[in-house]
């Protein structure tokens, strides 16, 4: 924050607080570490500018978005402990968190390496999917409200000017835009609605400095800054950055498209795109990078004084029975984890008795070709190859930074759901589970093993599926694939309920990634079990990859799995 107004009023008392250290100054007001003598802590205390204190409509709107920002119980999300006027002052309570902000970072060190901004950038987008769940736009994302500590940790602030979804109109609307010019999206300079998808631009924004170390677009004045974010061409990072892989221009091409509709669906999305623009290497880096900030940064210990939203209530998991026939895809195996959030998880299912063999002449509908045709070329992968391709559970267990990953059992046939298993839009299994023989019916495969991976005890449970999929021709995997990503496109977006005797799970789609050979979809739980987990089909030569990771923190395993699986395909 700029410090352009010399006066401070450090070592004076506010109320309970006794104000230590000035931390910033911007136009909103100061921020000051200050000890708060009746909880006994320190905290970080936002005191507004005199300006805004006798502006009735902002007072209005700071104390229902504080509230509102006061729900959030994400890691990444600094939580506000208290609000209010005292003496005629408004100010704002936060957890005081000791870290530079990018901003800082940037000026001292110029632009992050890659992996770094990755790792920040996906940390900030857990914070913002949290918010938008529950209904909050942050509206002000920019480098200097994301702090990073010194394991690189990185938590957003200044919820306090968050709005609701339900807000009034009226009340958003007080003649002046909040938020930094610099990486506001086009849409915030007229009078359009603004959605969470403005949240999205923005952090596309602070991603490209990050690559860069410039914001997006360099003007003089806001008349400048506003014709750049509504008609100038999207930067390329690469072209200000040799260093930065040109795959990210598609990335910040995407995240700052003009029209809302066209930037990714989430915030975690992008973060997802992100760290697959990166290299192989650099993202194992990434992985890494975040695996040790969480390892030495424990969460937040106080709770936010204001009830989060309840989750939905769903009914004890049924007991289930005696006898139930295994399965790998995200089924019946996993009943062991069902303590995750007090629901089972995954669809039982049974075999499926039609499946084609190796022998058979199949017909198929191929994307390339739109019409029907009998294959009976000679396939480049044999069926006694199959188990070759798959990886091993330690290699599994390099992906989630684990150990004691374990093979639960391997099939060869492709199955069906269990008729108490359903989901209520039967279109989008395909998208939601890897492997049934529903997806596959009539599409030329003749052979397939898979193979489900979990890790005993854990809660979330970590659960990976790998199956390979043999078809006669290269042509008609990657016609199969091509189907399917037209399938997925379908579900983007949709939240699904998946429906067991006695317990019921929410899943929400993100957007589709990548492209035929190679797709990728996300969908994660929506109702607070901490579940996300990655879809991918990958065709090499006559083989369809179908990879489905799942578990907490969730990126990009599976295209990782998938990426590996495809190098052992001879």
Same mark, same amino acid.
């Not at 910033?24 to 300006?51: I, N």
């Not at 424990?298 to 139930?324: D, H, I, L």
């Given at each position: 924050?700029? @410090?352009?107004?010399?006066?401070?009023?450090?070592?004076?008392?506010?109320?309970?607080?006794?104000?230590?250290?000035?931390?910033? &100054?911007?136009?909103?007001?100061?921020?000051? @570490?200050?000890?708060?003598?009746?909880?006994?802590?320190?905290?970080?205390?936002?005191?507004?500018?005199?300006?805004?204190?006798?502006?009735?409509?902002? &007072?209005?709107?700071?104390? &229902? @978005?504080?509230?509102?920002?006061?729900?959030?119980?994400?890691?990444?999300?600094?939580?506000?402990?208290?609000?209010? @006027?005292? #003496?005629?002052?408004?100010?704002?309570?936060?957890?005081?968190?000791?870290?530079?902000?990018?901003?800082?970072?940037?000026?001292?060190?110029?632009?992050?390496?890659?992996?770094?901004?990755?790792?920040?950038?996906?940390?900030?987008?857990?914070?913002?999917?949290?918010?938008?769940?529950?209904?909050?736009?942050?509206?002000?994302?920019?480098?200097?409200?994301?702090?990073?500590?010194?394991?690189?940790?990185?938590?957003?602030?200044?919820?306090?000017?968050?709005?609701?979804?339900?807000?009034?109109?009226?009340?958003?609307?007080?003649?002046?835009?909040?938020?930094?010019?610099?990486?506001?999206?086009?849409?915030?300079?007229?009078?359009?609605?603004?959605?969470?998808?403005?949240?999205?631009?923005?952090?596309?924004?602070?991603?490209?400095?990050?690559?860069?170390?410039?914001?997006?677009?360099?003007?003089?004045?806001?008349?400048?800054?506003?014709?750049?974010?509504?008609?100038?061409?999207?930067?390329?990072?690469?072209?200000?950055?040799?260093?930065?892989?040109?795959?990210?221009?598609?990335?910040?091409?995407?995240?700052?498209?003009?029209?809302?509709?066209? &930037?990714?669906?989430?915030?975690?999305?992008?973060?997802?795109?992100?760290?697959?623009?990166?290299?192989?290497?650099?993202?194992?880096?990434? #992985?890494?990078?975040?695996?040790?900030?969480?390892?030495?940064?424990?969460?937040?210990?106080?709770?936010?004084?204001?009830?989060?939203?309840?989750?939905?209530?769903?009914?004890?998991?049924?007991?289930?029975?005696?006898?139930?026939?295994?399965?790998?895809?995200?089924?019946?195996?996993?009943?062991?984890?069902?303590?995750?959030?007090?629901?089972?998880?995954?669809?039982?299912?049974?075999?499926?008795?039609?499946?084609?063999?190796?022998?058979?002449?199949?017909?198929?509908?191929?994307?390339?070709?739109?019409?029907?045709?009998?294959?009976?070329?000679?396939?480049?992968?044999?069926?006694?190859?199959?188990?070759?391709?798959?990886?091993?559970?330690?290699?599994?267990?390099?992906?989630?930074?684990?150990?004691?990953?374990?093979?639960?059992?391997?099939?060869?046939?492709?199955?069906?759901?269990?008729?108490?298993?359903?989901?209520?839009?039967?279109?989008?299994?395909?998208?939601?589970?890897?492997?049934?023989?529903?997806?596959?019916?009539?599409?030329?495969?003749?052979?397939?093993?898979?193979?489900?991976?979990?890790?005993?005890?854990?809660?979330?449970?970590?659960?990976?599926?790998?199956?390979?999929?043999?078809?006669?021709?290269?042509?008609?995997?990657?016609?199969?694939?091509?189907?399917?990503?037209?399938?997925?496109?379908?579900?983007?977006?949709?939240?699904?309920?998946?429906?067991?005797?006695?317990?019921?799970?929410?899943?929400?789609?993100?957007?589709?990634?990548?492209?035929?050979?190679?797709?990728?979809?996300?969908?994660?739980?929506?109702?607070?079990?901490?579940?996300?987990?990655?879809?991918?089909?990958?065709?090499?030569?006559?083989?369809?990859?179908?990879?489905?990771?799942?578990?907490?923190?969730?990126?990009?395993?599976?295209?990782?799995?998938?990426?590996?699986?495809?190098?052992?395909?001879?």
């Amino acid at each position: 924050m700029s @410090e352009t107004n010399p006066v401070s009023r450090v070592g004076s008392q506010f109320g309970r607080y006794r104000l230590q250290r000035l931390l910033g &100054r911007g136009g909103m007001g100061e921020v000051y @570490e200050a000890y708060d003598t009746v909880k006994d802590r320190t905290v970080a205390l936002k005191l507004m500018s005199q300006q805004l204190n006798f502006d009735d409509t902002f &007072r209005r709107r700071m104390q &229902r @978005e504080a509230h509102t920002a006061g729900r959030l119980q994400e890691p990444h999300i600094v939580p506000i402990h208290d609000y209010g @006027e005292i #003496d005629g002052q408004l100010f704002i309570d936060m957890r005081f968190v000791e870290g530079t902000d990018v901003a800082a970072l940037i000026r001292r060190d110029g632009p992050l390496p890659p992996p770094r901004a990755v790792a920040i950038v996906g940390q900030v987008a857990d914070a913002l999917d949290a918010a938008h769940r529950a209904g909050v736009i942050h509206r002000d994302i920019k480098p200097e409200n994301i702090l990073v500590n010194e394991n690189d940790f990185a938590y957003l602030v200044d919820f306090g000017i968050a709005a609701a979804f339900t807000d009034h109109k009226n009340l958003t609307k007080t003649g002046t835009a909040v938020g930094s010019w610099s990486y506001m999206a086009p849409e915030r300079f007229g009078d359009a609605e603004i959605t969470y998808r403005a949240d999205v631009y923005a952090l596309a924004c602070v991603l490209y400095e990050c690559l860069t170390g410039e914001p997006p677009f360099r003007a003089d004045g806001l008349p400048a800054i506003m014709a750049a974010h509504l008609t100038r061409p999207i930067p390329r990072p690469s072209y200000q950055n040799p260093a930065v892989p040109i795959a990210f221009d598609e990335v910040i091409a995407r995240g700052m498209a003009k029209d809302p509709a066209h &930037r990714y669906h989430t915030a975690g999305d992008l973060a997802r795109a992100a760290h697959h623009a990166l290299s192989a290497p650099d993202q194992r880096r990434a #992985d890494r990078l975040v695996e040790h900030s969480r390892q030495f940064t424990p969460p937040p210990t106080a709770p936010a004084p204001f009830a989060p939203t309840p989750p939905p209530q769903w009914p004890a998991p049924a007991r289930p029975p005696v006898k139930r026939t295994p399965w790998l895809i995200v089924g019946a195996a996993l009943t062991v984890v069902a303590v995750l959030a007090g629901v089972g998880i995954w669809l039982g299912v049974r075999h499926q008795p039609n499946a084609p063999t190796a022998a058979s002449t199949t017909t198929t509908t191929t994307a390339t070709a739109g019409a029907a045709t009998t294959t009976r070329t000679s396939p480049t992968v044999a069926p006694a190859q199959l188990n070759s391709i798959l990886l091993s559970p330690a290699q599994i267990d390099a992906y989630f930074w684990t150990s004691g990953i374990v093979v639960d059992h391997s099939a060869s046939d492709m199955r069906d759901p269990d008729p108490g298993n359903t989901v209520s839009d039967p279109q989008c299994l395909g998208a939601l589970i890897g492997l049934q023989s529903a997806t596959y019916k009539s599409s030329g495969y003749t052979a397939v093993l898979g193979q489900l991976l979990k890790k005993p005890q854990s809660n979330p449970p970590i659960v990976v599926v790998q199956g390979a999929v043999i078809f006669a021709s290269a042509e008609q995997a990657l016609g199969f694939v091509t189907a399917q990503q037209g399938a997925w496109h379908g579900c983007a977006g949709k939240t699904l309920t998946q429906n067991q005797p006695g317990t019921s799970l929410l899943w929400t789609f993100h957007d589709v990634t990548g492209n035929p050979p190679k797709i990728s979809l996300v969908h994660d739980s929506a109702n607070n079990s901490g579940v996300t987990c990655q879809r991918v089909l990958n065709a090499v030569s006559n083989v369809v990859l179908d990879v489905n990771a799942c578990g907490p923190q969730v990126t990009n395993q599976a295209s990782q799995i998938a990426t590996d699986m495809a190098a052992k395909v001879k």
